[in-house]
């Protein structure tokens, strides 16, 4: 499989390429090429071995691979770099944020829909370890009477401010609880402090959460005691 990174600009697309050049399940993986406005970015892909094309283009590779992975450190540069292979019907993994923008995110998906292209990406951590336990909790039918979500977040930034980090609280969040949200309320007090709370109602419960200036990915659950 012949595959291209377009936006290198973040530790995202060197890792992900030494795992592709590195790991033996990905033996039969190739990296043909890279884009990124960011030379330097591509250059230290290229100077660990791990590819040896950079590209002045990011649509350069449609018709020319099997798949991308579109990681540019600003989410909007994802609409503009991938949407030419989701409607040649190639495959797409998009880093988190999937988009700033709704409405780009909803053309993305009919896209995909329209050329049969899979589509995937977001958040790792909406792997994390233990939210399948919430997950199968709540499918088994056990009671939640509360939760709370803590992540980090860097609310000032050229990046897209907000939606750089929040990917990843609310995909943890989907997760473990599920999509049934009936409404949200948040509040931030003053952007300066990095610092976001907010209060998602499931309906027979809350999910109280916070960004905050952090490092650590925290999800718990509150059950009713049936003992």
Avoid: W
Avoid at 35 to 55: R, V
Avoid at 130 to 137: A, F, R, V
Avoid at 148 to 174: C, K, Q, R, T
Avoid at 178 to 185: A, Q
């Amino acid at each position: 499989m012949k595959i291209a990174i377009l936006g290198t600009e973040n530790s995202h697309a060197l890792e992900f390429s030494k795992i592709i050049n590195t790991e033996e399940k990905y033996k039969d993986v190739e990296i043909v090429g890279v884009y990124s406005y960011d030379e330097a970015s591509m250059q230290k892909i290229i100077d660990a071995g791990y590819c040896n094309y950079a590209a002045k283009d990011p649509h350069e590779f449609v018709g020319k691979v099997d798949a991308v992975i579109c990681t540019a450190r600003h989410g909007d540069h994802h609409y503009d770099h991938a949407m030419p292979y989701i409607k040649a019907g190639i495959p797409c993994f998009i880093d988190k944020p999937f988009t700033v923008d709704t409405a780009k995110a909803e053309e993305m998906i009919a896209a995909a829909k329209e050329s049969g292209a899979l589509l995937c990406g977001g958040s790792v951590l909406k792997y994390l370890q233990g939210l399948e336990n919430i997950q199968k909790y709540i499918a088994d039918g056990g009671e939640v009477i509360g939760g709370n979500i803590m992540a980090p977040i860097d609310l000032i930034n050229p990046y897209g401010g907000f939606f750089f980090y929040s990917a990843h609280l609310v995909e943890m969040m989907l997760t473990a609880f599920g999509d049934g949200i009936k409404s949200v309320y948040a509040r931030c007090l003053d952007e300066n402090n990095k610092r976001v709370t907010f209060i998602a109602d499931y309906g027979d419960f809350d999910v109280t959460g916070q960004y905050y200036q952090g490092a650590s990915y925290i999800c718990t659950m509150y059950a009713k005691n049936e003992s």
